[in-house]
């Protein structure tokens, strides 16, 4: 015989039944329900109850990322038009024009393998204590000096130690830049990024010609100060950084968030990579 406990009760759809599929429904929140939600901590806050002004799906091309990214692959794109207007020319300039004997000239390269060690460990140092685009800016305006001294200065002794600081000082700022790059892009198209840069290298040999272009209409010192003033323009760029990129060891990715419109904007891209 049936428990008469267990008579028909009534369910929420009107029919009989279980009431557990019933009660298991009815526990999960609605959308208007956790939006609701939202709104009500919004006017707790003192915020207005319109909908937030930052889209929910924020396209990467809009955010403050992209505009960081496109400026450091202008300042890479320089930089490489520069050192392929210059390096390859830096060696037969010792040869031709100074006169250096092989040893001497190996002992110079051999400085600034050195240097480009040297300048590598000490740019991130520097940039722990005052910040990424602080040190490159730094190492920008130090490698275009020394390049630009070179153009004038003739003693033999001076001229090989200009040639070794402007390696340390350009080396420098080579692993911040691309370090920015990474931190700015999603982890879903940091592979994409990579190759844009690799491909930029193929600028390296067509600024290569125009120097020796410039070689020989009117010497190496011409070119030589001609990049310079490229790597002086180089620094224009970077400064609009100054306030996305802040000191490593004070930020998680580098980026000093200006408004809560970034700062949101930050948080979906990461959400996005991950």
Not at 244 to 273: I, R
Request: hydrophobic content about 45%; some cysteine.
């Amino acid at each position: 015989p049936e428990d008469p406990t267990r008579a028909e009760e009534p369910s929420t759809n009107g029919q009989t039944g279980d009431l557990s599929t019933n009660q298991t429904e009815t526990a999960v929140p609605m959308d208007s329900e956790v939006n609701g939600a939202g709104e009500n901590t919004d006017e707790a806050e003192g915020e207005p109850q319109s909908p937030r002004s930052e889209p929910t799906n924020i396209k990467w091309y809009k955010s403050v990322n992209f505009k960081v990214i496109a400026l450091v692959l202008l300042a890479e794109f320089v930089i490489l038009t520069g050192a392929g207007m210059t390096v390859q020319f830096l060696v037969v300039f010792f040869m031709n024009e100074i006169k250096l004997t092989p040893v001497k000239l190996m002992a110079a390269s051999l400085a600034q393998y050195a240097g480009v060690v040297l300048g590598s460990g000490l740019g991130g140092k520097l940039a722990r204590k005052i910040g990424r685009i602080p040190t490159i800016l730094i190492a920008q305006s130090g490698g275009a000096g020394c390049l630009m001294a070179i153009s004038f200065v003739h003693n033999v002794p001076t001229l090989v130690v200009l040639y070794v600081a402007r390696s340390t000082f350009v080396r420098a700022s080579v692993p911040l830049i691309d370090s920015i790059l990474m931190d700015f892009t999603p982890k879903r198209h940091r592979g994409k990024m990579a190759s844009v840069s690799s491909l930029m290298e193929f600028q390296w040999t067509v600024s290569a010609a125009a120097g020796g272009f410039i070689i020989d209409r009117w010497g190496y010192r011409s070119c030589f100060f001609i990049t310079s003033v490229v790597y002086f323009s180089v620094c224009v760029l970077f400064l609009p950084l100054l306030k996305y990129v802040g000191k490593e060891s004070a930020l998680q990715h580098g980026e000093v968030v200006v408004t809560e419109k970034d700062a949101y904007a930050h948080q979906q891209l990461e959400e996005e990579g991950e």
